[in-house]
């Protein structure tokens, strides 16, 4: 039996983190051969939260499961850490933007970057899905600079699912036969969902998305909008927020770069920019992705239309306001 990874998760007692602990101590994240040794983090205020949520995964009785510290010390929660997962931070309220999200989570994801430099494996693979999720993965890059950047990443894979389904809804197929959407950027409002590469699984191999469907205008208007506007459609439904979804999506993000994407396909992962596609190199920026043994890399080459191009410089300038506002808020 392989030894068992340690999984942090913060904001534990929170929304996502009910749903996220029993699929990763099921295997949905790290493989179904894989045992997990959970770190529950959050805050004091929820200290009973996390106990609750402890008794009922020991009451799971999952096999994998070879442990669960629940902690509200942010040193206790990040010993021996291998696999980072980042929910927690202040939640955002009605009305407030990424700017007013910023000030308030930066102190936090500077602390915690510190904690986990300090004590996580120096391997630890990072995922930031706290909002707003680039900019604090980049203050947690900064101000633990001894872990490698390439382990930081931020999760984009729920907007990337959210487009898959938008488009398998579309052209009336399994949303498992379209693959290659791209989201690149900001996981924000002003998202930006790439179907021009997007292929679907016609049975004798592939066809674009943008030769199967009706209209292709779509694709740079309501397909878009669709997906910016999911977030909202749910809560406006099931007055919460997405949580199954986005556990969901972190479990996929996780597991695509632990165990490798399928041969063919790439996936969306906010990871810290290179230079590729002519983006500011540093900023944590969505990118499509491909995965082998550990790492990603960046799928390089694609044609870039203007519209496209429009797009991502945007979200590019987006978050290079963020950081600078970050940083503003720090000195
Ligand atoms: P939630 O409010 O239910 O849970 C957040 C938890 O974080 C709470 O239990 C809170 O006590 C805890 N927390 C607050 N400050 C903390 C700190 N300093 N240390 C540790 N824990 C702390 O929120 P939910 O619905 O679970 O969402 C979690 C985060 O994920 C939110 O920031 C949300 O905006 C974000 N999100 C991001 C998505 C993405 O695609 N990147 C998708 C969906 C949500």
Request: aromatic fraction near 6%; hydrophobic fraction near 40%; proline fraction near 4%.
């Amino acid at each position: 039996e392989k030894d068992p990874l340690v999984v942090l998760v913060t904001g534990a007692a929170g929304q996502i983190g009910y749903a996220l602990v029993p699929m990763i101590a099921r295997g949905a994240m790290l493989g179904p051969d894989q045992p997990v040794i959970l770190h529950l983090l959050d805050i004091e205020p929820a200290a009973d939260i996390l106990k609750g949520v402890k008794m009922e995964l020991m009451d799971g009785a999952f096999p994998l499961l070879k442990g669960v510290v629940t902690t509200t010390d942010v040193v206790e929660a990040c010993k021996g850490v291998d696999i980072a997962i980042m929910l927690g931070g202040f939640p955002r309220r009605k009305g407030m933007n990424n700017k007013d999200l910023i000030s308030k989570n930066i102190g936090i994801y500077k602390a915690q970057a510190s904690a986990l430099e300090q004590h996580a494996d120096t391997n630890c693979k990072v995922l930031v899905v706290a909002n707003p999720a680039n900019t604090n993965a980049l203050i947690l890059k900064e101000y633990a600079p001894s872990i490698p950047e390439e382990n930081i990443t931020s999760l984009t894979r729920l907007d990337h699912n959210r487009a898959l389904c938008q488009l398998s809804d579309n052209l009336n197929v399994h949303v498992g036969d379209v693959k290659n959407v791209i989201m690149w950027g900001n996981h924000s409002s002003n998202q930006y969902p790439d179907a021009n590469h997007a292929i679907v699984n016609i049975g004798v191999g592939h066809k674009l998305v943008k030769e199967l469907v009706a209209d292709d205008h779509w694709l740079n208007t309501g397909f878009i909008t669709n997906v910016q506007q999911r977030g909202e459609a749910i809560i406006k439904a099931r007055r919460l927020s997405s949580a199954l979804s986005a556990a969901s999506a972190t479990c996929d993000h996780m597991r695509d770069w632990v165990l490798g994407t399928p041969k063919g396909t790439w996936v969306s992962m906010g990871v810290y920019s290179d230079g590729s596609y002519g983006i500011q190199p540093g900023l944590i920026y969505s990118f499509p992705v491909t995965c082998e043994k550990g790492e990603w890399s960046i799928v390089q080459g694609l044609k870039i239309d203007e519209f496209a191009r429009e797009k991502m410089d945007a979200l590019e300038k987006e978050l290079i306001e963020e950081k600078n506002f970050a940083y503003s808020c720090l000195h």
